[in-house]
């Protein structure tokens, strides 16, 4: 039976990118001393700097050339882990993306998605962000093919990547986790906040994972009482029936979970719901 060991990092963000990465750093190696089997490593969204408009422009930097880009290509490599590097801005010509880059064990970057659905949303005296103030929206899904030789059940799976408020949105995740990708695992490195993610976080990870028939895991950064965001926190990863597998509290933790891929086949097989869907209706 193939498993996948993943982790969740849900690092605390500092203003000072450095303490970012030795903060991700730290983690890994707790990580991987608890679960010396690991897979797939996740950090969260924004991981290299505090989540805010105001500071995109200040810490955007190019990829694959950029220093964070670097520094999660070494530590893919030193670790010798596939590792999903959160989400980071990105500086280009045309403007600056939400974006997550993916390395596999040998540390080469083997996937990259910009957040393709921008978080603008103005909740009267409870919360406003426009992320379109400051970000360009990607415009393309992303999946990925990993393998892992570290695992005790070698395997080669599909994983379909997007960032925090695209998991708002069933056709990304249905058009990732659907014939020709069937990806059995869709990752999203997310910050939501103390409004919306006790309403939406756990619900809409359930919703992904039932509508999709696969494994979802949501990766956010730790509650920080004093930073202007107040990520909700509650890393979490759910089975394809829909069950919580596996849940963070808020403070910094590591999430780990043993993934039995042959779940999404056996779950798919017995309701077939990607043989039933009725396209001629719903055009
Ligand atoms: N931060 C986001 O992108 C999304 C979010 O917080 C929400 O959808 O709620």
């Not at 996937?111 to 909740?123: M, N, S």
């Not at 990870?205 to 920080?224: E, I, W």
């Not at 965001?229 to 910094?252: C, F, K, N, Q, T």
Request: neutral net charge; hydrophobic residues 35%; aromatic residues 8%.
């Amino acid at each position: 039976m193939p498993k996948l060991n993943i982790a969740l990092l849900q690092l605390k963000t500092s203003p000072i990118k450095h303490e970012n990465f030795t903060s991700a750093r730290r983690l890994l190696t707790q990580a991987l001393t608890k679960s010396p089997n690991l897979d797939l490593v996740v950090l969260p969204e924004c991981f290299n700097s505090p989540y805010s408009i105001k500071l995109f422009r200040q810490y955007c930097e190019p990829i694959p050339s950029g220093e964070t880009t670097h520094f999660l290509s070494n530590l893919a490599k030193e670790f010798n882990v596939n590792l999903i590097g959160g989400s980071y801005p990105e500086k280009t010509p045309e403007g600056i993306y939400n974006t997550s880059t993916v390395f596999n064990q040998q540390g080469e970057l083997i996937a990259k998605h910009r957040k393709v659905h921008l978080f603008d949303v103005d909740i009267p005296g409870k919360i406003t962000f426009q992320e379109s103030k400051v970000l360009q929206p990607g415009s393309k899904s992303t999946v990925f093919d990993i393998s892992s030789q570290r695992s005790k059940t070698p395997f080669k799976t599909t994983v379909g990547l997007g960032i925090c408020y695209d998991l708002r949105f069933p056709e990304l995740a249905h058009k990732m986790a659907r014939q020709p990708h069937s990806s059995s695992l869709l990752v999203y490195p997310g910050a939501f906040n103390t409004i919306t993610g006790p309403l939406h976080w756990e619900l809409l990870a359930r919703a992904r994972a039932v509508d999709n028939q696969c494994f979802v895991a949501l990766c956010s950064p730790a509650r920080d009482p004093d930073a202007k965001y107040l990520a909700y926190g509650h890393s979490i990863i759910v089975d394809p029936v829909g069950r919580v597998i596996a849940e963070a509290g808020e403070g910094e933790e590591i999430l780990t979970c043993e993934i039995e891929l042959d779940d999404v086949n056996e779950f798919r097989k017995n309701v077939p719901l990607n043989e039933q869907r009725r396209f001629d209706v719903y055009e």
